[in-house]
C-alpha cells in the first residue's frame, strides 16, 4: 500500500471561488429579476456556482441584484449540512429557514425575501421539473439561461491549479499501469498476460490504477476506463476481460478531485506487440494529435482542431466517416467540474484562452483493437499549454 | 500497494435485472400510456431502470404497456454509447435514431412509436424541466409518479448479492483505518497523532481507506467521511485535520460498487482515549444501537425504531432536540443505488421484509466530538440480517 504522505501530499488549498460577474450581466441584459439553480451534489452547475459539495437531495442557489446592480447570492442550504454549507459556500446569505420545504419552495421564498414577487427567473435548462413547477406556481416566469454553461468554458488561474494537480495525479494512474503492463509476462501457449502470480485482466489492471489515483487524494468516478482487444475498441469500457498478448490495452483515466475538478488522459500500450494494424493505428493517432495541437490558439475556430485531426487520419488510410470503425467520435471537449463540458471541438465557436480542452485523436476496428491517445492542454493567446505531459509509446516501459 | 487479486477477486457478475411489473402496474391503475425517466448517468431511478452507466448527458427510459398489458421497455441510448447500452439494458429496446436531438424529444418519438400521440404520461417529480416541456409539446400530460422510489424500497435477493460485496469492501476500509489508529503513536508533547514517519491527519487516513476501497473494485463516491475532535461532530466532514491525542476519530465510509449500489458503514476510535465524554457517549451509542436493532422487523411502524433509540440517548442523559448538539439526526435510512433513499425512519410507514436500512445513532458536541455506529441492515419477517459485520472498540485495534 502506498502511503500518500510518503509520495506528495498537497494538503487542502482553499476551493477557487466563483465570479458571479457574467451571471449578473445576463440577468441585467434580460430583465430578470434573479437566476435559480436547483439540484443535488450531481449537479455540475450548481457545484460551480456553490463550491458546495452538499448531499444526494436537492437545494438551491439564488442570485439576485441589489438596488446598485451588485449580484447578491444565497445558499438554501439542506438539513444537517449547515455547517458545511457555511464552511464552503463563496457567496453572501447560507439559508437555513423552511429546511423541510422542496427545494424549489425555498428558491422562491429567497427571491421574494429579495424584494421580487413577480417577473422573469432565469433557470439552467435542466433544472427539476418540480422546482420550475414552484416557481411557475409563486408567481415568477421560468426562462432557461446557459450562461452558466459559459462562464464555466473560461477557466482562472485557481481553476487550472486545481485542474493540474488532478491531472498529474491522473498521470501517476496511468504510470502505474503502463509499469504494470511492462513488468507482465507472456504465458507459454500465448493465451494470456500474466503479472505478479496471476493472469492480468482489465479489471485488475483497474484496481492497480484506482489504488494510486486514492493515494493521491482523488477519486475514480467511475469511469476509469481499460479495453483490451475488442474492448479496447468501445469507447467506454469499464468491464472485466483477460488481457492476450498482442492486444491493444487502452486506459482512458479520468478521476476527480476534492474541489469537483476532472483529470483525463489516455494511453494505448500492447505486450509484445505485432506490429501490423496496432503500430499503424499509433503513427496514425500520433500524427493526428500533433497535427491537432498544431491548431490549437484562442481565436482559431474550434472546428479547425477537430477537422485536422481528421484529416491526417483519413491521410493514413483509416476511415472518419463511421461510427463503428476509424475515427468515430470528436478530437476533444472541455473539462471542468464537468468531464465534459464547452467547448466543444465540433461546434461554431472560437477558442478562447482559459479554454481547457482534451486532444484525444484514436482508430478503432472490433476486429483488431483500439489506439487512443489524449492530453488536456489549457488555451492560451498564442498557443496552448499541457496540464500534465507523459510520454507516448505502444511497447510499456518501466516507469514507477 | 496491495493487488486487488491477491485479496479477492468476486469477478463481474451479471448485473441484477429490475421487475417493471410495479410500473407497470402503476400505469394501468392511472391510465397511462407510458412511464418516462430522463436524466444522465448521476440518476439513480434512470440507473435502476435501465442498469445502464451512461455518460454525463441526459438519456431517456420509456415504458409502454402493448395491448396484451404486458410492459415494454426502451432506452434511448446516447450517442458513442450504443455498444455499452446494448450490453447493459435489461429491458426491450435500445433505440439510436435521432440521437442528436433532446432525451425529451427522443423520449416522446418512443411514445409515438408506441403507438401512444396523447394522454397521460408518468415521471419522477425530478425530471428535468425542459424534458417536461418536450413532453408537454408532443401532446402529452405530464403527472407525477413515486412508484419507482417505492420499487426500489423492496430488494431482490440479486440486490442483496450486490449490498454485501460492496459493504464487505467498505468494511474492509474501516479495518484499515482501525489498524493505522492502532499503530499510530503520541507524541512526546501529546499535540498530535503520528503514523508511519509523519503526522496523522484525516486526509491521510481517508487515502489509506480509499486506497482499500479501490483494491476491493469500489470506490469512494467522495463521500468517505473522517473527522477528528470538533469535526466529529460535523455530520458529513471531508477536509484536512491533524488527529490530535484523545480526540473522537468517526469514519463513515459510504463506496459505490460497480453495479451502482452502496454500502455503509460507521466507526468512532479515539487514540489514547480521555475516558470521559467520549467513553459516555460511546456507551450511550451501543445502547441505543441495541435498542434500535431490537425493533426492527416487518410490519413494524418505521419511527418507531428511531423513537427507540432516541429515547435511550435521553435515558444516558444526551439531548435529542438539537441540531448542533446530542442525538441531531435521524437513526437511520434505505440504501441501495442511492446512498439514501427510502424508506425512512422518521416516516409514517412500517417496514417490509426486503428493505435495505442503516442503523446509527450517534451524539456530537462541536466543544467535545462525536461518536456515531453504522451497521447496514436487510429486514426480515421476524428481525433483520446484517450485510456485513465489524466488531466495536473505542480504542483501535490492530486486524490488519
Given at each position: 500500500?502506498?502511503?500518500?504522505?510518503?509520495?506528495?501530499?498537497?494538503?487542502?488549498?482553499?476551493?477557487?471561488?466563483?465570479?458571479?460577474?457574467?451571471?449578473?450581466?445576463?440577468?441585467?441584459?434580460?430583465?430578470?429579476?434573479?437566476?435559480?439553480?436547483?439540484?443535488?451534489?450531481?449537479?455540475?452547475?450548481?457545484?460551480?456556482?456553490?463550491?458546495?459539495?452538499?448531499?444526494?437531495?436537492?437545494?438551491?442557489?439564488?442570485?439576485?441584484?441589489?438596488?446598485?446592480?451588485?449580484?447578491?447570492?444565497?445558499?438554501?442550504?439542506?438539513?444537517?449540512?449547515?455547517?458545511?454549507?457555511?464552511?464552503?459556500?463563496p457567496?453572501?446569505?447560507?439559508?437555513?429557514?423552511?429546511?423541510?420545504?422542496?427545494?424549489?419552495?425555498?428558491?422562491?421564498?429567497?427571491?421574494?425575501?429579495?424584494?421580487?414577487?413577480?417577473?422573469?427567473?432565469?433557470?439552467?435548462?435542466?433544472?427539476p421539473?418540480?422546482?420550475a413547477?414552484?416557481?411557475?406556481?409563486?408567481?415568477?416566469?421560468?426562462?432557461?439561461?446557459?450562461?452558466?454553461?459559459?462562464a464555466?468554458?473560461?477557466?482562472?488561474?485557481?481553476?487550472l491549479?486545481?485542474l493540474?494537480?488532478?491531472?498529474?495525479?491522473?498521470?501517476?494512474?496511468?504510470?502505474?499501469?503502463?509499469?504494470?503492463?511492462?513488468?507482465?509476462?507472456?504465458?507459454?501457449?500465448?493465451?494470456?498476460?500474466?503479472?505478479?502470480?496471476?493472469?492480468?485482466?482489465?479489471?485488475?489492471?483497474?484496481?492497480?490504477?484506482?489504488?494510486?489515483?486514492?493515494?493521491?487524494?482523488?477519486?475514480?468516478?467511475?469511469?476509469t476506463?481499460?479495453?483490451?482487444?475488442?474492448?479496447?475498441?468501445?469507447?467506454?469500457?469499464?468491464?472485466?476481460?483477460?488481457?492476450?498478448?498482442?492486444?491493444?490495452?487502452?486506459?482512458?483515466?479520468?478521476?476527480?478531485?476534492?474541489?469537483?475538478?476532472?483529470?483525463?488522459?489516455?494511453?494505448?500500450?500492447?505486450?509484445?506487440?505485432?506490429?501490423?494494424?496496432?503500430?499503424r493505428?499509433?503513427?496514425?493517432?500520433?500524427?493526428?494529435?500533433?497535427?491537432?495541437?498544431?491548431?490549437?490558439?484562442?481565436?482559431?475556430?474550434?472546428a479547425?482542431?477537430?477537422?485536422?485531426?481528421?484529416?491526417?487520419?483519413?491521410?493514413?488510410?483509416?476511415?472518419?466517416?463511421?461510427?463503428?470503425?476509424?475515427?468515430?467520435?470528436?478530437?476533444?471537449?472541455?473539462?471542468?467540474?464537468?468531464?465534459?463540458?464547452?467547448?466543444?471541438?465540433?461546434?461554431?465557436?472560437?477558442?478562447?484562452?482559459?479554454?481547457?480542452?482534451?486532444?484525444?485523436?484514436?482508430?478503432?476496428?472490433?476486429?483488431?483493437?483500439?489506439?487512443?491517445?489524449?492530453?488536456?492542454?489549457?488555451?492560451?493567446?498564442?498557443?496552448?499549454?499541457?496540464?500534465?505531459?507523459?510520454?507516448?509509446?505502444?511497447v510499456?516501459?518501466?516507469?514507477?
Open positions: 500500500m502506498v502511503d500518500a504522505d510518503s509520495v506528495d501530499d498537497d494538503g487542502d488549498p482553499d476551493a477557487p471561488g466563483t465570479d458571479y460577474g457574467p451571471l449578473a450581466d445576463e440577468l441585467a441584459a434580460r430583465d430578470a429579476v434573479g437566476c435559480v439553480a436547483v439540484g443535488d451534489r450531481f449537479d455540475d452547475d450548481l457545484r460551480y456556482l456553490t463550491r458546495f459539495s452538499g448531499p444526494d437531495r436537492d437545494y438551491a442557489f439564488v442570485l439576485t441584484l441589489g438596488s446598485d446592480g451588485a449580484p447578491h447570492t444565497a445558499l438554501c442550504a439542506p438539513a444537517l449540512f449547515d455547517e458545511q454549507a457555511r464552511r464552503e459556500f457567496g453572501d446569505t447560507v439559508g437555513v429557514d423552511r429546511q423541510g420545504d422542496p427545494a424549489g419552495v425555498r428558491a422562491a421564498a429567497a427571491l421574494a425575501d429579495a424584494g421580487h414577487d413577480s417577473g422573469t427567473v432565469l433557470v439552467p435548462q435542466g433544472i421539473h418540480d422546482a413547477v414552484y416557481l411557475e406556481n409563486a408567481g415568477y416566469e421560468v426562462a432557461s439561461t446557459d450562461a452558466v454553461a459559459r464555466r468554458e473560461t477557466k482562472t488561474t485557481a481553476e491549479d486545481r493540474r494537480r488532478v491531472q498529474r495525479a491522473a498521470i501517476r494512474g496511468i504510470r502505474r499501469a503502463e509499469t504494470v503492463l511492462a513488468e507482465a509476462t507472456v504465458d507459454p501457449d500465448r493465451d494470456e498476460v500474466r503479472w505478479n502470480g496471476g493472469v492480468l485482466s482489465t479489471e485488475r489492471l483497474r484496481r492497480q490504477v484506482n489504488e494510486v489515483l486514492a493515494a493521491h487524494g482523488v477519486r475514480d468516478a467511475g469511469n476506463v481499460i479495453g483490451a482487444g475488442a474492448t479496447a475498441a468501445d469507447l467506454h469500457y469499464t468491464g472485466t476481460d483477460v488481457i492476450r498478448p498482442g492486444e491493444t490495452v487502452l486506459l482512458d483515466v479520468s478521476p476527480r478531485g476534492p474541489d469537483g475538478y476532472y483529470g483525463d488522459v489516455t494511453r494505448t500500450f500492447a505486450v509484445d506487440p505485432e506490429g501490423g494494424w496496432d503500430r493505428a499509433y503513427l496514425a493517432v500520433e500524427a493526428a494529435r500533433e497535427a491537432a495541437l498544431e491548431e490549437v490558439a484562442a481565436g482559431v475556430p474550434a479547425t482542431v477537430h477537422e485536422e485531426a481528421a484529416a491526417e487520419l483519413a491521410a493514413h488510410g483509416f476511415r472518419v466517416d463511421s461510427s463503428e470503425v476509424g475515427f468515430t467520435h470528436s478530437t476533444g471537449h472541455g473539462v471542468g467540474v464537468s468531464l465534459h463540458e464547452g467547448p466543444s471541438l465540433t461546434a461554431d465557436e472560437d477558442l478562447e484562452a482559459g479554454n481547457v480542452l482534451t486532444i484525444e485523436p484514436g482508430v478503432y476496428d472490433p476486429s483488431e483493437g483500439g489506439v487512443r491517445l489524449e492530453d488536456l492542454i489549457v488555451v492560451t493567446g498564442d498557443g496552448f499549454e499541457f496540464l500534465g505531459e507523459y510520454p507516448f509509446s505502444l510499456p516501459q518501466k516507469r514507477d
